[in-house]
């Protein structure tokens, strides 16, 4: 049982829950949308990112920031980087019907990139556009599965297999030499 203790402790270790931001989003045919994600001080200076695609491994970065707050736009999407509270505002403008899919705020890191997914639907423009944000405060885990997996393999699994080589190597009986056993130990009799 206590061999899981660390398991467990290393299956629940902070960092790559670092972003959160709505789960969905909706913006009106023609119009614009804007979608604020927020972040945990700690990576204030990293480069943040929208990228599209349901799939974390292969979304593809439509617009990137420098690091800095400076407003970055490319084509019809502009990021932009506050840093005093903490957020990515990312606008998207001129939507189309073809711009409906997932969406990600992402924070480009070594090793493995921080980021949350956002569902942006779009409506007909002649149909009053709604919000369909939840919660800023809450963190959608099911956009953590790419990091999950990159801690999983790099960090979690070697240490795991770490301490399983160390409990066996614990555990291995101690030789004995045949004579040892046989003969009897005597006290100092003099």
């Excluded at 206590?2 to 709505?22: E, T, Y």
């Excluded at 989003?25 to 990228?51: A, D, F, I, N």
């Excluded at 990600?104 to 949350?116: A, M």
């Amino acid at each position: 049982m206590w061999l899981l203790s660390p398991v467990l402790f290393l299956l629940s270790l902070p960092g790559c829950f670092s972003i959160r931001g709505p789960d969905a989003v909706s913006g009106r045919e023609r119009g614009s949308l804007t979608v604020r994600c927020h972040y945990q001080p700690k990576w204030m200076t990293y480069k943040k990112y929208w990228c599209r695609g349901a799939q974390w491994l292969f979304c593809q970065v439509l617009v990137e920031t420098k690091g800095s707050e400076q407003e970055v736009t490319k084509d019809r999407v502009s990021i932009r980087d506050d840093q005093k509270n903490h957020s990515i505002l990312v606008t998207m403008q001129g939507l189309r019907r073809e711009d409906n899919d997932t969406y990600w705020c992402g924070i480009n890191k070594p090793v493995c990139d921080l980021g949350t997914s956002i569902r942006v639907t779009v409506v007909p423009g002649n149909v009053v556009s709604r919000s369909i944000a939840s919660s800023h405060a809450e963190v959608s885990f099911r956009s953590h599965i790419r990091n999950y997996y990159m801690l999983l393999v790099f960090v979690k699994v070697p240490i795991l297999l770490l301490v399983v080589g160390a409990v066996l190597w614990l555990k291995e009986p101690q030789s004995v030499s045949k004579e040892q056993t046989e003969e009897p130990i005597y006290s100092n009799l003099s």
